[in-house]
């Protein structure tokens, strides 16, 4: 194994095309091939499969492109720093269900980057996919809760792809309304008072398990449901509509305006909300920044929310 081979197969892995990837590594496409061909006997998988319509990525290429991935990006750094050419473009993403501290935390880490050259992804998804994500290190990181209705379920999943969950905060159940709502006028809302108004729920895709849910309390009746992908369309139906959605109570006005309010909800249960971590890598240093960011600013929370 080479870090040419890994950079090899890493470019492959973002054009999807072995002729693209060829141009851009301005190689020929046979040696380009016969690379890729070396790696994969010398690990006994095969990281792309081929067919008529192009490659894709096997199971196995992915969980080695994570690897990969990382191997590149230090052996970057430390060619940057003990022979100083130009500065090498760093990468970083996070992955995250939707919460405004994470992206608060992301444009913090940013602020503080002593970098020229960066390129940092603040991917908001479904709660599967951030597990994956992590698991094929697609991300350094991923947020996400637990509650008592799905600890079990997340807590096996997070062991079976081998990562860690540590805990940032336990915040107890709000809703999110419109500040014109009638929800808005009430100091504590019960389910009961939620029943006529809209509930908005963010979409899980192949895995929408009750347990993969990102709002808790998802297997309670309601007769008016929506189902959304991104938070800018959930809040502006919370406004435009009089819903609700069910969360942590934690929002950024600075980021989401003042147009959006918090109100706590009368139910026993619990928000654990943390981030998560592959068990068999050492976290990068943008990963340790953004974890030391994050915790200090999940530390500041209004304790109403917590």
């Not at 693209?20 to 016969?34: C, V």
């Not at 196995?60 to 500065?87: F, T």
């Not at 390129?119 to 698991?135: G, K, L, P």
């Not at 094929?136 to 860690?164: A, C, P, W």
């Amino acid at each position: 194994m080479t870090l040419k081979q890994l950079r090899y197969a890493v470019t492959v892995a973002e054009t999807g095309n072995i002729t693209e990837a060829a141009k851009k590594l301005f190689i020929a496409q046979p040696s380009l091939t016969a690379a890729i061909h070396s790696l994969e006997e010398e690990y006994g998988i095969t990281i792309f499969s081929r067919s008529n319509k192009g490659i894709e990525i096997t199971p196995a290429g992915d969980e080695l492109l994570g690897y990969a991935r990382q191997i590149l990006e230090q052996a970057d750094l430390m060619h940057e720093r003990y022979i100083g050419k130009s500065p090498i473009r760093q990468h970083f993403c996070v992955s995250s269900q939707h919460y405004s501290f994470v992206v608060e935390a992301f444009v913090g880490l940013i602020r503080q980057f002593d970098g020229d050259k960066y390129e940092f992804h603040m991917r908001e998804t479904q709660t599967y996919e951030i597990i994956d994500d992590v698991a094929h290190m697609r991300s350094e990181v991923g947020i996400l809760y637990r509650n008592k209705f799905n600890r079990s379920i997340i807590t096996k999943t997070l062991k079976d792809n081998q990562l860690t969950f540590t805990p940032l905060f336990t915040a107890s159940p709000h809703v999110f309304v419109g500040k014109n709502s009638p929800l808005a006028q009430k100091d504590r809302v019960t389910l009961d008072d939620l029943k006529p108004f809209p509930r908005l729920s963010y979409e899980q895709g192949s895995h929408n398990s009750f347990y993969f849910s990102e709002e808790i309390l998802s297997t309670e009746d309601c007769d008016k449901e929506l189902v959304v992908c991104d938070r800018a369309t959930l809040f502006n139906m919370v406004i435009g509509l009089n819903g609700y959605t069910i969360c942590s109570g934690s929002i950024s006005e600075e980021l989401n305006g003042s147009n959006i309010v918090a109100r706590p909800l009368a139910v026993d249960d619990y928000m654990e909300i943390g981030y998560i971590l592959p068990k068999s890598t050492r976290p990068s240093r943008l990963t340790l920044e953004f974890l030391d960011i994050l915790t200090k600013l999940t530390a500041k929370l209004d304790t109403r929310c917590q």
